[in-house]
């Protein structure tokens, strides 16, 4: 006999052997009422599927219905509830022509019924069930490029045939014509409900208490529960197909107990009324320790919704380590040759072997995959491998689960993307339930984490790209503090069009911009910056707000895009605690006071950017007593789809108002705490704290006289006599002062004007002229030349000097220091 096995397994694959042992165990098991779908979960281990269901006619015959699935959501595939049996869809062939069908990606795009929409390339196979006299089809689905192979397809037929005893039918009753136990039907125009006897003693009444009613059922009902059971009961919101959920009823005495409900509606037709049927029972007895099938169709729906390499780690922790029972489990990924751990749970140090704590460097440790040469292996062979307490492994490997241990190679497309290791203090049974559990979640883990992998890198990339569109640093300002902060949108990997800008101006003058471009797209980020470049430049000019918005919005004009943008400019005045702003189809900002109140100013406002050429932006004034803080955001922090943008302000002012102003940088990190990240999101904060020492400034406009030097000379003298400079420290500032005007009037036309300024001990001399042409300091002067040495006067007699642009012209300045 031995020797007949022998060669019955050398004909089959090691999967088509572990498949007929693991059906074997569960065919054992006859009443377990999760039967069909674990022998479901077994496509997904052996045959590598995705996705595994079973169809069975309808009451009426017409309609094949799905009654049981395992695996991601079928909707990514685009298959549907129910097939007609009359059609062409692969179910339906493979129960009319009584023969398996196996389609690849180019068969399903011509097959119109095989799916709703085209989702991904995929394989399908339809294998109908032999000896079900229903007519049930079990249809799989495989994402692996090369389709089911052999193994894969013979596990496919002994998976058919293992439950084809399984499948329910629809509403299914005992020989007398009642229900069996724990079953339900419900009449979907009516409510009337005929259930099984076990489900009146689940809800706690007898048979004759009972009137039929579904009401009477659901007042039993758990109110907190009510909403998901209504999902299910109420026709406007079942949809045609399999429905599961647990939901509680309240009990005589203790707690509430758990059921697990699962049903399908069944189409009406013909005078017959849509009905919903399905089964009841206790969630108890149904959660077993490990196998529960339903942990691995939450990982996959969890991992579907997982944008993240944290979000994958934390999804596979959150499903394995709980219902395994396991003391430790940690999960890298594969970067060459070393393993870049993502997650530890326990995530402390001292629950880790030694090694693993010599190599934390940061939040984790590198697994030191060298000193692990048995992990290395198990890489390489990329499956599964479990060893049991008393194993002899290397420390670093035992520590992790001196109880047992379990290592899953994460498959990704064309290479491993990395590992989960699963550890317990105590002995540990390895179980076949456990094993498939491990397998399946091995598998979706990999794919998951690959995609993860690479939306990271890539949302790396476009943060970084936005972030080299916005200021790397904020300047220090006399007499205030500015913060900002940035966040990028986490849906897709567009850039997004926000901006922010804080622009120092002449006379302690401070600009404050924050504006949104329309669109998340490389055009949106390209617009932006030439935007923020655009109005610094006018900034710098020395225009009023409202010019340099205008000047703005013509360039935006110009430009012919289809695009537009808001934005919002605040010039304030650092010395005088007053500030003029702007606003283009921008958010108005908000003013925290000193006393905590908020206030959101009130004032018109301009169209966006590029939408009109000829358009007014009003200019609205603000007071900033010392300790005042003004925000500006823009409207991905305060707008979302349950709320509209007024009540999205109205939150974010009384946010600011509990805030403490001392720690600005906290206020902002608090600020956008709550912030939808599916729109990028720009906050710029200020605040005034008022100038410790005010400048003084005089002013004087130069008359082209033939006496107009003097009369420099003599005005700058007796305004540092008044400010009590001593008579020593004027010559230096003379001359500069004669040098500055001279040029002025002898290289340019029209007005020019001498401005002087003084904090502490240093004196800043200004001159503005007409022209835009900067004065160029000669590289060499012979003896025989007239001019060119009055700005190498300038520089030596000046700690610093330079030209900015102002309106109509430039301004040269020279910072020259008083003793005394």
Known sequence: MADVVSEGAAGRGTRTLRAEIALASLMDDQDSPERLRRVLEQALVFARATFAAVYTPGEDGDQLCLVESAGVPRRLYGLRDTYARSGRSPVAVALRDARPVWLGPEELAACAESRRAPAREFHLAALPRHGDARGACLLAVSEDPAGFDTDGRKCLELIADAGAVDVPAPGERTEGGELSAGAFSLAMDTGRVEVGGEILELFGIGPDEFDGKVETLLGLTVPEDLPSLMSVVEADHMSIGERELEFRVLQPTGPPRWLRLRGHLLPGGDGRPARLVGTLADASTLRSDVTDVARVQRLAAALAIAGTVRDVSQAVVSALRGPLRADRIALAELEGDRLVVTVLDPPEPEFWPELWRTEWRSEWPDAPVRSMPTLAAALREGRAQIWPAGTALEPALAEVGPGGLAVLPLPGVGRMAGACLIGWDTPHDFGPDERALLTASAGLAGQALMRAHAFDAEHELVGMLQRQLLPRRLPKLPGAVAVARYLPSTAGLELGGDWYDVIPLPDNHVALVIGDVQGHSAGAATLMGQMRTALRAYAVEGHPPDVVVSHANRLLMDMETDLFA??????????????????????????????????????????????????????????????????????????????????????????????????????????????????????????????????????????????????????????????????????????????????????????VRLDLMRINHRLRVAVADSSARTPVKPTSIGWEATGGRGILLVEAMSTAWGTVPVSGGKQVWSEIPLEG
């Open 566 to 751: 808001t934005c919002a400019y605040v010039d304030v005045d650092l010395e005088e605690g007053s500030a003029w702003y702007v606003r283009a189809g921008h958010l108005p900002p908000v003013l925290r006071h000193p006393d905590g109140g908020t206030e959101i100013p009130e004032a018109d406002s301009g169209p966006p950017l590029g939408v009109v050429r000829q358009a007014d932006f009003p200019m609205s004034p603000l007071r900033l007593p010392p300790g005042t803080v003004l925000a500006l955001t823009t409207d991905g922090l305060v707008e979302s789809h349950d709320a509209d943008i007024d009540e999205g302000m109205d939150r974010f002012a009384h946010e600011l108002a509990v805030s403490d102003p001392a720690h600005l940088g906290l206020v902002a990190d608090a600020l956008l705490g709550n912030a939808r990240r599916s729109d990028d999101v720009a906050l710029l904060l200020l605040r005034y704290d008022g100038m410790a020492v005010r400048p003084q400034r005089e002013g004087w406009t130069v008359w082209r006289v033939p006496q107009a030097v003097g009369q420099a000379r003599r005005f700058t003298r007796r305004t540092l006599r008044s400010w009590g400079v001593p008579a020593d420290a004027m010559d230096a500032v003379l001359l500069v002062v004669s040098e500055l005007v001279t040029n002025a009037l002898v290289h340019t036309d029209g007005r």
